[in-house]
C-alpha cells in the first residue's frame, strides 16, 4: 500500500490549490480516505474524510465550504480541493486510508502518505 500526496505550493491569501493523493497496491473505492494537515508547532488534525462503501463526507468545520473532497476511482486518486485560503491553511498535507467517522482522528488511520507543503502567504 502505498500513498502520494502532491500539489502543494505558495499561494496568497484567498487563491486555490488541489491536492492530489495516487494510491498503488490498492482501490479507494473499498477504502475510506482521509485529508490531514499538520501546521507547525501544532499537532496533525483531521481536515476531511470520503467512504464510498458508506456514502459519508466529513469536514472539519473550519474549512467547510472553502475545501472538497473527491475522487476519480478511474485514476486511484483522490483530491482535496482548497479554495478561498488563508494564512492559517499553512501547514504540510497527508492524505491516509483508515476509518472515516465524524471526528477525522489521525489515530484511526492506518497508511499515510509523505506530506504536501501548503503555505498561504502573501
Known amino acids: 500500500v502505498q500513498l502520494q500526496a502532491s500539489g502543494g505550493g505558495l499561494v496568497q491569501p484567498g487563491g486555490s490549490l488541489r491536492l492530489s493523493c495516487v494510491a498503488s497496491?490498492?482501490?479507494?473505492?473499498?477504502?475510506?480516505v482521509g485529508w490531514f494537515r499538520q501546521p507547525p508547532g501544532k499537532d496533525r488534525e483531521g481536515i476531511s474524510c470520503?467512504?464510498?462503501?458508506?456514502?459519508?463526507?466529513y469536514y472539519r468545520d473550519s474549512v467547510k465550504g472553502r475545501f472538497t473532497i473527491s475522487t476519480d476511482y478511474a485514476k486511484n486518486t483522490v483530491y482535496l480541493q482548497m479554495n478561498n485560503l488563508r494564512p492559517e491553511d499553512t501547514a504540510t498535507y497527508y492524505c491516509?486510508?483508515?476509518?472515516?467517522?465524524?471526528?477525522?482522528?489521525?489515530?484511526?488511520?492506518?497508511?499515510w502518505g509523505q506530506g504536501t507543503q501548503v503555505t498561504v502567504s502573501s
Open positions: 470520503m467512504s464510498n462503501r458508506e456514502g459519508v463526507t
Open positions: 497496491g490498492f482501490n479507494f473505492d473499498q477504502y475510506a
Open positions: 491516509a486510508v483508515g476509518l472515516c467517522s465524524g471526528p477525522i482522528r489521525p489515530y484511526e488511520y492506518d497508511y
